[in-house]
T-cell receptor, first 112, second 116 residues
Framework: DAKTTQPTSMDCAEGRAANLPCNHS???????VYWYRQIHSQGPQYIIH???NNETNEMASLIITEDRKSSTLILPHATLRDTAVYYC?????????????FGGGTRLMVKP | DAGITQSPRHKVTETGTPVTLRCHQT?????MYWYRQDPGHGLRLIHY???????DKGEVSDGYSVSRSKTEDFLLTLESATSSQTSVYFC???????????????FGNGTRLTVT
């Protein structure tokens, strides 16, 4: 099963880009990278996902390295409301077909 | 945001009483899931459903049962609540099986359950 490694916490200044890294060196060729975030006391919110190519939507951009062993979620202009825990997940099921759990994630603090 | 409504949002109950949590979706998605979230454990899957009357166990299913009689509703029942089931419960939905890739889950806003 592909596992991910994320920094425990990060700070970002309001209005600046927030770049959240994720390592997934054991990713398989057909496994997607998903990013979610969770704001205190709310449900996890889907942000973006990708397989090989970089992706962009209204919330963020996802940059996946060519070897697919790591990725970066970019929030181009962070606001205070982006303060949350960000989860990087590779594949949503493991080889046994069981749903993967969400790990610890990165706690992003956007500061004025 | 995906149309997912969980009810109730908050519930306090006593040990040994039955409790049912409801998840209602308006997206007509086939797959529905129940997770619990506890400090230090992340999100753990309790049960999931892959269609009306089709359900399967997740990682932490003991003490829980589910039912899905309609596409839009997925019920989670604690037959006899225990203090260890105090948690925040999240419902999620997806259009296709997440193992197919490229199919994100969308979550509701949770039910905070306290068992005293």
């Amino acid at each position: 099963d592909a596992k991910t490694t994320q920094p425990t916490s990060m700070d970002c200044a309001e209005g600046r880009a927030a770049n959240l890294p994720c390592n997934h060196s054991t990713i398989s060729g057909n496994e997607y990278v998903y990013w979610y975030r969770q704001i205190h006391s709310q449900g996890p919110q889907y942000i973006i996902h990708g397989l090989k190519n970089n992706e962009t939507n209204e919330m963020a951009s996802l940059i996946i390295t060519e070897d697919r062993k790591s990725s970066t979620l970019i929030l181009p202009h962070a606001t205070l409301r982006d303060t949350a825990v960000y989860y990087c997940i590779v594949s949503l099921v493991n080889n046994a077909g069981n749903m993967l759990t969400f790990g610890g994630g990165t706690r992003l603090m956007v500061k004025p | 945001d995906a149309g997912i409504t969980q009810s109730p949002r908050h519930k306090v109950t006593e040990t040994g009483t039955p409790v049912t949590l409801r998840c209602h979706q308006t997206e007509n998605h086939r797959y529905m899931y129940w997770y619990r979230q506890d400090p230090g454990h992340g999100l753990r899957l309790i049960h999931y459903s892959y269609g009306v009357k089709d359900t399967d166990k997740g990682e932490v299913s003991d003490g829980y049962s589910v039912s899905r009689s309609k596409t839009e509703d997925f019920l989670l029942t604690l037959e006899s609540a225990t203090s260890s089931q105090t948690s925040v419960y999240f419902c999620a939905i997806s259009a296709v099986h997440p193992g197919q890739g490229g199919s994100p889950l969308h979550f509701g806003n949770g039910t905070r359950l306290t068992v005293t």
